[in-house]
């Protein structure tokens, strides 16, 4: 069965701090993996998208990393600021296309 | 460009009545897939449309259904409503098929009592 663990489940940090998120799926085959930010009562928006062939993404503060060998992928936010507040969730993509969800790492940020 | 927009943005439904939401992609994206999401499982996949057909069908009962019109905008229905279906439901489009890049909607906040 497909499944997509993220730790830590939840996180609390003081903002200017660096963090790093963890993802470890065992979807397979794999097709690609992305990162998104959801706020609270809002959509997901995409942070980075990997496929196989990409060990290494960024988007501004935000750098994702992919070891597709040992199926896990790590999300590092830079000097974090308090938007960055809000659950960060791990999506992995198969063969078929069909995504499976990590359940998400909720990120507090405090001043 | 506009974005994703869904309506309505709240619901709230008795058990065993029906419900339809929709979705209108941005302009110019043909492809249009739905989601759940409740606080017990997460993000879940529901289906995708992409030119009017269903090209992918997550693990859900044949009482959710959606379509897709000519103009790329997408309906679901939930038929035979249960206390179980409260949940976000979120619609995301892409340009192409299988949607390597996506952008969500606000979401559909439906409540079952």
């Given at each position: 069965?497909?499944?997509?663990?993220?730790?830590?489940?939840?996180?609390?940090?003081?903002?200017?701090?660096?963090?790093?998120?963890?993802?470890?799926?065992?979807?397979?085959?794999?097709?690609?993996?992305?990162?998104?930010?959801?706020?609270?009562?809002?959509?997901?928006?995409?942070?980075?998208?990997?496929?196989?062939?990409?060990?290494?993404?960024?988007?501004?503060?935000?750098?994702?990393?992919?070891?597709?060998?040992?199926?896990?992928?790590?999300?590092?936010?830079?000097?974090?600021?308090?938007?960055?507040?809000?659950?960060?969730?791990?999506?992995?993509?198969?063969?078929?296309?069909?995504?499976?969800?990590?359940?998400?790492?909720?990120?507090?940020?405090?001043? | 460009?506009?974005?994703?927009?869904?309506?309505?943005?709240?619901l709230?439904?008795?058990?065993?009545?029906?419900?339809?939401?929709?979705?209108?992609?941005?302009?110019?994206?043909?492809?249009?897939?739905?989601?759940?999401?409740?606080?017990?499982?997460?993000?879940?996949?529901?289906?995708?449309?992409?030119?009017?057909?269903?090209?992918?069908?997550?693990?859900?009962?044949?009482?959710?259904?959606?379509?897709?019109?000519?103009?790329?905008?997408?309906?679901?229905?939930?038929?035979?409503?249960?206390?179980?279906?409260?949940?976000?439901y979120?619609?995301?489009?892409?340009?192409?098929?299988?949607?390597?890049?996506?952008?969500?909607?606000?979401?559909t906040?439906l409540t079952?009592?």
């Amino acid at each position: 069965k497909n499944q997509v663990e993220q730790s830590p489940q939840s996180l609390i940090i003081l903002e200017g701090k660096n963090c790093t998120l963890q993802c470890n799926y065992t979807v397979s085959p794999f097709s690609n993996l992305r990162w998104y930010k959801q706020d609270t009562g809002r959509g997901p928006v995409s942070l980075t998208i990997m496929t196989f062939s990409e060990n290494t993404k960024s988007n501004g503060r935000y750098t994702a990393t992919l070891d597709a060998d040992t199926k896990q992928s790590s999300l590092h936010i830079t000097a974090s600021q308090l938007s960055d507040s809000a659950s960060y969730i791990c999506v992995v993509s198969g063969g078929s296309y069909i995504p499976t969800f990590g359940r998400g790492t909720s990120l507090i940020v405090h001043p | 460009k506009a974005g994703v927009t869904q309506t309505p943005r709240y619901l709230i439904k008795t058990r065993g009545q029906q419900v339809t939401l929709s979705c209108s992609p941005i302009s110019g994206h043909r492809s249009v897939s739905w989601y759940q999401q409740t606080p017990g499982q997460g993000l879940q996949f529901l289906f995708e449309y992409f030119s009017e057909t269903q090209r992918n069908k997550g693990n859900f009962p044949g009482r959710f259904s959606g379509r897709q019109f000519s103009n790329s905008r997408s309906e679901m229905n939930v038929s035979t409503l249960e206390l179980g279906d409260s949940a976000l439901y979120l619609c995301a489009s892409s340009l192409a098929e299988h949607g390597y890049e996506q952008y969500f909607g606000p979401g559909t906040r439906l409540t079952v009592t």
